[in-house]
């Protein structure tokens, strides 16, 4: 029995010491990204977007949008992507092996007249059908290509584009008016830039006009809430932190703007994953510093790309499940990079992170939630232990997440109704009370299935969002 003993004791200090130095990153990375959003804030006022909107040093933009069985969303994201304010960009759409109307909406809605499909290919993809230009938008391009999966999409459409920047978006997300204008500013200021990360939104609840949001509210469902809580807090205590600190990894596929070059210089998006948003942005990493090339990856606050978010737990389980591969998948396919000093903090200090305190942290949560129990049932239970672990685990990610709500709704001005602002805040408590616990358990999964499911998608269910049309 004393050997058991010694063994859960050493057990619960090492699940103790890997929460305090998980919630220490947390701290980081918290205040360097409640930092980069004042100073960002304070830096890019209206004034400075509407110098930008008339300098003529700009970069054109081609925005790639893969899509696949969009019928309900396409031409209502399509028009907001065409009315965004910049100087110069284009629309390419990607129906990749749709099985629905999604190209008969596009015809209809912009009058779409077939075309040769001339163009170079720089990067594999599957065989394109048929390619349309639309009467009404020079700047709208749509290829209708076999099924190949997102990457393959996104690989054509970068053959495609026409500019040395390309953004990729998703089919169902709608950016914001200013968001190229913003997103787009560092590639000027900086020549060494390749990459530039935005923020994600959820869309539930919003009020669109005119594929623009024009007011935020709350949506009535709990689930939706408690995303736009994770969100909130993902984007304030992450993204900025690694910006700052030159190892960004992530880029969501969302939404992210690359130099065309670089990305075709590295092969394009890579085919067979889940996580090809990620593994795209370590592989320009890892490209830039083998050759030894100054370059630079970085997160911006603001830019806004809204994306609906599942509001059924079925869709929301598949969602994180791939992500999970995803991460697995990347860390996996790049795993020469771990803990290796020839690229500088990203192999000693980002990789390493994000196995240890991303990949891993579900299998270490769950271990402490199964513990308690277990060590009720066989008479050990450690009062002292159990306290620390609620503290670290539970109370101070309620913490971190009231201070997102708080740069959410006060400082960043995104929910003005007091009782949607009340509603955040009561996220933030249930959000502990079983859903955290039921998508640890679900990321748990994902990594015992990572290699029997790799590359494997699912179906994402949405529930649509309302657009609504200006009056005359």
């Given at each position: 029995?004393?050997?058991?003993?010694?063994?859960?004791?050493?057990?619960?200090?090492?699940?103790?010491?890997?929460?305090?130095?998980?919630?220490?990153?947390?701290?980081?990375?918290?205040?360097?990204?409640?930092?980069?959003?004042?100073?960002?804030?304070?830096?890019?006022?209206?004034?400075?977007?509407?110098?930008?909107?008339?300098?003529?040093?700009?970069?054109?933009?081609?925005?790639?949008?893969?899509?696949?069985?969009?019928?309900?969303?396409?031409?209502?994201?399509?028009?907001?992507?065409?009315?965004?304010?910049?100087?110069?960009?284009?629309?390419?759409?990607?129906?990749?092996?749709?099985?629905?109307?999604?190209?008969?909406?596009?015809?209809?809605?912009?009058?779409?007249?077939?075309?040769?499909?001339?163009?170079?290919?720089?990067?594999?993809?599957?065989?394109?059908?048929?390619?349309?230009?639309?009467?009404?938008?020079?700047?709208?391009?749509?290829?209708?290509?076999?099924?190949?999966?997102?990457?393959?999409?996104?690989?054509?459409?970068?053959?495609?584009?026409?500019?040395?920047?390309?953004?990729?978006?998703?089919?169902d997300s709608l950016l914001d008016a200013d968001a190229l204008l913003r997103a787009t500013r560092p590639f000027l200021e900086d020549e060494n830039v390749v990459a530039i990360g935005g923020?994600?939104?959820?869309?539930?609840?919003?009020?669109?006009?005119?594929?623009?949001?024009?007011?935020?509210?709350?949506?009535?469902?709990?689930?939706?809430?408690?995303?736009?809580?994770?969100?909130?807090?993902?984007?304030?205590?992450?993204?900025?932190?690694?910006?700052?600190?030159?190892?960004?990894?992530?880029?969501?596929?969302?939404?992210?703007?690359?130099?065309?070059?670089?990305?075709?210089?590295?092969?394009?998006?890579?085919?067979?994953?889940?996580?090809?948003?990620?593994?795209?942005?370590?592989?320009?990493?890892?490209?830039?510093?083998?050759?030894?090339?100054?370059?630079?990856?970085?997160?911006?606050?603001?830019?806004?790309?809204?994306?609906?978010?599942?509001?059924?737990?079925?869709?929301?389980?598949?969602?994180?499940?791939?992500?999970?591969?995803?991460?697995?998948?990347?860390?996996?396919?790049?795993?020469?990079?771990?803990?290796?000093?020839?690229?500088?903090r990203l192999g000693t200090f980002a990789v390493p992170y994000f196995l240890v305190f991303e990949a891993l942290a579900p299998i270490v949560e769950a271990f402490g939630w199964i513990a308690?129990?277990?060590?009720?049932?066989?008479?050990?239970?450690?009062?002292?232990?159990?306290?620390?672990?609620?503290?670290?685990?539970?109370?101070?990610?309620?913490?971190?997440?009231?201070?997102?709500?708080?740069?959410?709704?006060?400082?960043?001005?995104?929910?003005?109704?007091?009782?949607?602002?009340?509603?955040?805040?009561?996220?933030?408590?249930?959000?502990?009370?079983?859903?955290?616990?039921?998508?640890?358990?679900?990321?748990?999964?994902?990594?015992?299935?990572?290699?029997?499911?790799?590359?494997?998608?699912?179906?994402?269910?949405?529930?649509?969002?309302?657009?609504?049309?200006?009056?005359?």
């Amino acid at each position: 029995m004393s050997t058991v003993l010694t063994i859960v004791l050493i057990f619960q200090y090492v699940v103790l010491a890997y929460f305090a130095l998980l919630n220490l990153g947390y701290t980081l990375f918290g205040y360097l990204g409640l930092r980069s959003i004042v100073v960002y804030s304070r830096e890019l006022s209206q004034i400075t977007l509407r110098d930008l909107l008339a300098r003529e040093s700009y970069k054109p933009v081609s925005i790639l949008v893969p899509a696949y069985n969009e019928e309900t969303c396409i031409v209502d994201s399509v028009r907001s992507f065409l009315g965004l304010r910049y100087p110069e960009f284009e629309v390419v759409v990607v129906s990749d092996g749709s099985t629905d109307a999604t190209v008969d909406r596009l015809i209809e809605a912009f009058a779409l007249l077939e075309v040769p499909a001339v163009y170079r290919r720089a990067l594999p993809s599957a065989a394109v059908k048929r390619m349309f230009r639309s009467a009404r938008h020079p700047n709208l391009v749509v290829l209708e290509k076999e099924n190949g999966g997102k990457a393959d999409a996104l690989n054509a459409a970068i053959d495609v584009a026409r500019y040395p920047l390309v953004c990729a978006v998703d089919a169902d997300s709608l950016l914001d008016a200013d968001a190229l204008l913003r997103a787009t500013r560092p590639f000027l200021e900086d020549e060494n830039v390749v990459a530039i990360g935005g923020t994600i939104r959820p869309l539930n609840g919003a009020r669109v006009v005119d594929g623009r949001v024009v007011e935020l509210a709350m949506p009535k469902s709990w689930l939706a809430r408690l995303q736009i809580l994770e969100y909130a807090r993902a984007f304030f205590s992450g993204r900025a932190g690694w910006s700052h600190f030159d190892a960004l990894l992530i880029i969501s596929g969302a939404f992210g703007v690359f130099r065309r070059d670089a990305v075709i210089n590295v092969g394009g998006y890579l085919v067979g994953t889940v996580g090809e948003d990620m593994e795209l942005v370590v592989r320009l990493h890892r490209h830039y510093r083998e050759r030894h090339e100054a370059y630079r990856i970085l997160f911006t606050p603001d830019p806004i790309c809204w994306t609906e978010v599942p509001t059924d737990w079925a869709t929301l389980r598949g969602q994180r499940n791939r992500w999970h591969r995803g991460l697995w998948e990347t860390l996996w396919t790049h795993r020469a990079l771990m803990f290796n000093p020839q690229y500088g903090r990203l192999g000693t200090f980002a990789v390493p992170y994000f196995l240890v305190f991303e990949a891993l942290a579900p299998i270490v949560e769950a271990f402490g939630w199964i513990a308690m129990p277990l060590a009720i049932a066989l008479g050990i239970f450690n009062t002292s232990f159990a306290i620390w672990f609620l503290i670290l685990s539970v109370l101070y990610g309620m913490l971190l997440s009231q201070l997102a709500v708080g740069i959410e709704t006060l400082l960043l001005q995104r929910y003005p109704r007091l009782r949607d602002r009340l509603a955040l805040f009561a996220a933030s408590f249930i959000e502990f009370l079983g859903y955290r616990q039921l998508l640890v358990f679900e990321r748990c999964l994902a990594t015992l299935l990572v290699f029997r499911r790799r590359g494997v998608w699912g179906r994402m269910k949405r529930a649509g969002v309302t657009h609504e049309q200006a009056a005359p």
